[in-house]
């Protein structure tokens, strides 16, 4: 099977620092790959939350998780800051990916990189909505 590739864009929409916790670390004593997705997890929040959003109201409408990736560029371990970048991409009717860049704040070097698809979601009528307009000029300014 042919190796997992995360391209990144070259500019970013958004950044956050996040220290790692004990729990973050893995039996091999750095960064765990449930971890990551937790990390990027947060700072979708984050994202979210400087616009004014959560994830159950982006403009009137929730988002839902519809596919995750992650690829490991070099181990992180307890104590180290990692900054962590966010850019969209593939926006559709319905939805949008968003890449990460997970670095590690003190000497640069790349941790991982990861990708979560969502799409927009009403939790009322438990169906897939269209894109806000005001998170799509967010997104692509």
Do not use: W
């Not at 790959?33 to 990027?40: E, I, R």
């Not at 939350?49 to 403009?59: A, I, K, P």
């Amino acid at each position: 099977m042919a190796r997992l590739k995360l391209d990144l864009p070259d500019t970013f929409i958004f950044s956050t620092e996040i220290p790692l916790r004990i729990g973050d670390i893995n039996y091999g004593g750095h960064l765990g790959n449930d971890a990551v997705l937790s990390l990027v997890h947060e700072a979708r929040v984050l994202f979210l939350n400087s616009h004014g959003f959560t994830e159950l109201d982006v403009d009137g409408v929730g988002i839902i998780m519809n596919d995750a990736a992650i690829v490991f560029r070099s181990e992180a371990f307890y104590g180290e800051t990692i900054v962590v970048d966010i850019a969209a991409a593939d926006v559709t009717r319905v939805g949008c990916d968003l890449l990460f860049r997970l670095t590690e704040k003190t000497d640069g070097r790349e941790v991982a990189r990861a990708k979560t698809g969502f799409v927009f979601f009403d939790y009322e009528s438990r169906k897939v909505k269209p894109i806000p307009d005001l998170f799509r000029q967010i997104i692509e300014a």
